[in-house]
């Protein structure tokens, strides 16, 4: 039986896969992303028909036996996007965010760079799109990503060389947890300081984690490690929602201590 996109909060992920997809459903309207984002799930669109046919060669018999779980209503391709709940789930702790010593010394030392909050929240979309292949974001979900930020959900922060973007990232929170779905910069380390900015007006609120969706040299550089699922889920599932963080510009020198 399936059911509707927004009943995110029924999916039992006790005995989901721990490194594939957990789901297939093809809503990826805004209120349907932020169930899942809710529910400890995000979602990986197929860029093209080829990568749609091969979610389904590749799982239609997990599908079948019920590992994964196929959601929504049945007039709306599932296949066109896979939902993904990693066990362990590599995470950074705001409280432990911390620029290394280098990275400290270069944003003291070098041409003033200043941060702000959901300034050029489509800009730093479309640049971490610019070159990216297999094209995740499609504009369905950059789409349902600009009404959560409309809403007060989607956020970014945004590093700034005088009045030129030179790195970014964005994420949708979720209760004490913050999702980071990518990060771009232009120059060099603009990102985690772009990262390192958001968990501080993050934690300042009562956020607790930023969660870093994919494990990777990249998201291990700026801190992550891994927490098991179950934790993760019952962070999600006791924290109450939070005020959004301050939004005002801040010098990023800041962030070096």
Same mark, same amino acid.
């Given at each position: 039986?399936?059911?509707?996109?927004?009943?995110?909060?029924?999916?039992?992920?006790?005995?989901?896969?721990?490194?594939?997809?957990?789901?297939?459903?093809?809503?990826?309207?805004?209120?349907?992303?932020?169930?899942?984002?809710?529910?400890?799930?995000?979602?990986?669109?197929?860029?093209?028909?080829?990568?749609?046919?091969?979610?389904?060669?590749?799982?239609?018999?997990?599908?079948?036996?019920?590992?994964?779980?196929?959601?929504?209503?049945?007039?709306?391709?599932?296949?066109?996007?896979?939902?993904?709940?990693? @066990?362990?789930?590599? /995470?950074?702790? %705001?409280? #432990?965010? !911390?620029? $290394?010593?280098? *990275?400290?010394?270069q944003v003291r030392n070098r041409a003033p760079w200043s941060t702000s909050l959901n300034r050029a929240f489509g800009e730093v979309v479309e640049a971490c799109r610019e070159g990216r292949?297999?094209?995740?974001?499609?504009?369905?979900?950059?789409?349902?990503?600009?009404?959560?930020?409309?809403?007060?959900?989607?956020?970014?922060?945004?590093?700034?060389? @005088?009045?030129?973007? /030179?790195?970014? %990232?964005? #994420?949708? !929170?979720? $209760?004490?947890? *913050?999702?980071?779905?990518?990060?771009?910069?232009?120059?060099?380390?603009?990102?985690?300081?772009?990262?390192?900015?958001?968990?501080?007006?993050?934690?300042q609120v009562g956020g607790v984690l930023l969660d870093t969706q994919w494990d990777s040299p990249?998201?291990?550089?700026?801190?992550?490690?891994?927490?098991?699922?179950?934790?993760?889920?019952?962070?999600?599932?006791?924290?109450?929602?939070?005020?959004?963080?301050?939004?005002?510009?801040?010098?990023?020198?800041?962030?070096?201590?």
């Amino acid at each position: 039986m399936t059911r509707r996109c927004a009943d995110w909060a029924a999916l039992d992920l006790s005995l989901a896969p721990a490194g594939g997809p957990v789901a297939f459903c093809g809503d990826l309207g805004p209120e349907s992303l932020l169930a899942a984002y809710r529910a400890g799930l995000y979602p990986f669109p197929a860029a093209d028909p080829m990568l749609r046919d091969l979610n389904e060669a590749l799982f239609e018999e997990q599908v079948a036996d019920g590992r994964v779980a196929l959601v929504g209503r049945e007039d709306i391709d599932p296949y066109a996007v896979s939902w993904w709940s990693p @066990d362990p789930r590599p /995470v950074l702790p %705001v409280a #432990g965010m !911390r620029l $290394g010593r280098t *990275l400290a010394k270069q944003v003291r030392n070098r041409a003033p760079w200043s941060t702000s909050l959901n300034r050029a929240f489509g800009e730093v979309v479309e640049a971490c799109r610019e070159g990216r292949e297999p094209r995740w974001l499609t504009k369905e979900l950059v789409d349902s990503l600009a009404l959560l930020h409309e809403s007060g959900w989607a956020l970014s922060a945004e590093v700034w060389e @005088d009045d030129a973007l /030179v790195g970014g %990232v964005f #994420g949708v !929170r979720a $209760g004490a947890v *913050l999702s980071l779905d990518s990060m771009f910069h232009r120059r060099s380390n603009a990102a985690k300081v772009a990262v390192a900015d958001l968990a501080a007006r993050f934690g300042q609120v009562g956020g607790v984690l930023l969660d870093t969706q994919w494990d990777s040299p990249q998201t291990r550089g700026i801190g992550a490690g891994p927490l098991p699922r179950t934790r993760y889920l019952d962070l999600l599932h006791t924290s109450p929602d939070l005020p959004p963080p301050a939004a005002h510009p801040l010098p990023a020198r800041r962030l070096a201590g």
